[in-house]
């Protein structure tokens, strides 16, 4: 039992300084416009599901403010990039996110309503995470800028995603 406790508490502590590593990594320009921008891609693919898939207005209108602002957002973070030779844009959602979306596209309904609306509450809370730390951490001033000025955007994208969530029987 003991070796068991002691095999999980290291199996955790590993994950929390690979968390903690990445969130250092996530600090550097590249990194953050790599990742901001495949969060963004994500959103807007899984918000063109919804428009599909959905049956309720207010997830199908919350999916198109999704499309709306964040292509927004995407389209501001590449104005920033193109001034900086080293940063690229993401051309693809990331590996986690694309699983998300893949199970998405298994639900139809009120089912699809429901996982999609719990789905946003997750994708906005990671991607505030990714935002607030590079505000605070960033190296660029750039991107620290449109962090911050992002953020209030995706706080308020939270906050609606929660009320979608309860609104469609989220246990969460």
């Known amino acids: 039992m003991i ?11 590993a994950l929390l300084f690979g968390v903690a590593a990445n969130l250092a990594v996530a ?10 921008s495949a969060k963004g891609l994500a959103e807007i693919e899984t918000a063109k599901l ?17 499309i709306d602002d964040h292509t927004r957002a995407n389209q501001k973070l590449a104005e920033i990039a193109g001034q900086n030779e080293d940063l690229q844009l993401s051309d693809e959602a990331t590996l986690m996110d694309k ?21 946003q509450v997750v994708a906005h809370e ?22 911050q000025s992002t953020l209030p955007k995706l706080e308020q994208h939270l906050q609606e995603a929660k009320q979608l969530a309860a609104t469609h029987g989220s246990k969460r």
């Open 3 to 13: 070796r068991i406790n002691t095999a999980l508490f290291s199996g955790a502590l």
């Open 27 to 36: 600090a550097q320009g590249e990194n953050f416009v790599d990742e901001a």
């Open 50 to 66: 919804a428009l599909e898939k959905g049956t309720a207005e207010d997830v199908k209108a919350f999916a198109q403010k999704m």
């Open 99 to 119: 699983a998300k979306a893949m199970i998405l596209k298994l639900r139809d309904g009120e089912s699809f309503d429901q996982a999609y609306a719990n789905n």
């Open 126 to 147: 990671q991607t505030i995470e990714l935002f607030r730390n590079y505000a605070e951490q960033g190296d660029n001033a750039d991107l620290k800028a449109f962090a």
